[in-house]
């Protein structure tokens, strides 16, 4: 079982940025796939999640810049990142479990996790 995020780097407030999950070794079709992010000196926190079911959550910071989405032909899951900020700087994760209802938020409720692709946003 492995996930592999990618898609980071450098980007101006105000851009864009698509990361991507993808997911070898099981399918995403009985999983939820979780993005996190770390900021320096900071707690990891939840970004948003897309269930198994097709459902998705947001952070409230993240609601209506960021996408969350499936490929099921390529076990990939995508983070797309729009009206990027300074604040949105950090290391993002990407995990996957089977987090119950209201659940899908805690980091413990994720068996696996990828390595982690660095998000700067900077002008």
């Known amino acids: 079982v492995q996930l592999q995020a990618s898609g980071g780097g450098l980007v101006q407030p105000g851009g864009s940025l698509r990361l991507s999950c993808a997911a070898s070794?099981?399918?995403?079709?009985?999983?939820?796939i979780g993005w996190f992010r770390q900021a320096p000196g900071k707690e990891r926190e939840f970004v948003a999640v897309?269930?198994?079911?097709?459902?998705?959550y947001y952070q409230d910071s993240a609601r209506g810049r960021f996408t969350v989405s499936r490929d099921n032909a390529k076990n990939t899951v995508y983070l797309q990142m729009n009206s990027l900020k300074p604040d949105d700087t950090a290391v993002y994760y990407c995990?996957?479990?089977?987090?119950?209802?209201?659940?899908?938020?805690?980091?413990?409720?994720?068996?696996?996790w990828g390595q982690g692709t660095l998000v700067t946003v900077s002008s």
């Open positions: 070794g099981f399918t995403l079709d009985y999983y939820a």
């Open positions: 995990a996957a479990g089977r987090p119950p209802a209201g659940s899908a938020g805690y980091r413990g409720s994720y068996d696996y």
């Open positions: 897309f269930r198994w079911t097709g459902v998705t």
